[in-house]
């Protein structure tokens, strides 16, 4: 089943509808959500990245478009900007969503 969201989305200028997809009948473990803790999933690793720093309102602090070996970078140069309360990682050329990266 397949719906969208803008949950995971920053509110107003930067709104951006993503799809949820729900795997009725399936319990919490078997829907492939992965939270990666001090880690860099392989899946991102391999592809060209958008990374957008926001604020706690929703509004883009900064970004940067990057090779997958060098995410880590883009994301300490966004999180220095003290405003930047999350990121967000799309895959660069379809512009889908892949990530949301949380202050530890």
Known sequence: MASSSSQLSPRGAF?????????????????????????????????????????????????????????????EKLFTDPRAAYLHVHFAAPGCYAARVERA
């Open 15 to 75: 709104l951006m509808l993503t799809p949820l997809f729900l795997a009725v009948g399936l319990p919490a473990e078997g829907i492939g959500i992965l939270i990666a803790v001090d880690t860099i999933p392989d899946q991102l690793r391999n592809r060209t990245l958008a990374v957008r720093g926001f604020d706690a309102g929703g509004m883009m602090t900064g970004w940067e478009l990057v090779e997958g070996a060098q995410v880590e970078g883009a994301i």
